[in-house]
């Protein structure tokens, strides 16, 4: 398990009394809501910030995994004689 870290942070008493009644009506310790809190809103907060989504970006490299389609109009194009004009 990672070392934990300390966080000291000063909070209104109105604050600290709705945070305990929550946690309480959940049956969590105040630590652990307040942390489950916080991590859920930088999680919100970081997904709004980044410009590639994981799905995305795993949508991308399954893409780039799939074998190129042939495209036709090209390969017609590249048959067809060419001509060359002089000005």
Same mark, same amino acid.
């Given at each position: 398990?990672?070392? #934990?870290? =300390?966080? &000291?942070? =000063?909070? =209104?008493? !109105?604050? *600290?009394? +709705?945070? =305990? /009644? #929550?946690? /309480?009506?959940? !049956? *969590? @310790?105040?630590? !652990?809501?307040?942390? %489950? /809190? %916080?991590? *859920? +809103?930088?999680d919100e907060v970081l997904a709004t910030h980044t410009l590639v989504t994981a799905d995305y970006f795993d949508r991308l490299l399954a893409a780039l995994d799939e074998p #190129?389609?042939? &495209?036709?109009?090209?390969?017609? %194009? %590249? +048959?067809?004689? +060419?001509?060359? @004009?002089? @000005?």
């Amino acid at each position: 398990m990672a070392t #934990a870290t =300390r966080l &000291n942070f =000063r909070v =209104r008493p !109105d604050t *600290e009394q +709705r945070l =305990r /009644a #929550a946690a /309480a009506a959940c !049956d *969590e @310790s105040l630590t !652990d809501f307040v942390i %489950a /809190a %916080a991590e *859920e +809103r930088a999680d919100e907060v970081l997904a709004t910030h980044t410009l590639v989504t994981a799905d995305y970006f795993d949508r991308l490299l399954a893409a780039l995994d799939e074998p #190129a389609e042939p &495209n036709k109009a090209l390969r017609k %194009a %590249a +048959r067809r004689p +060419r001509q060359f @004009s002089q @000005s």
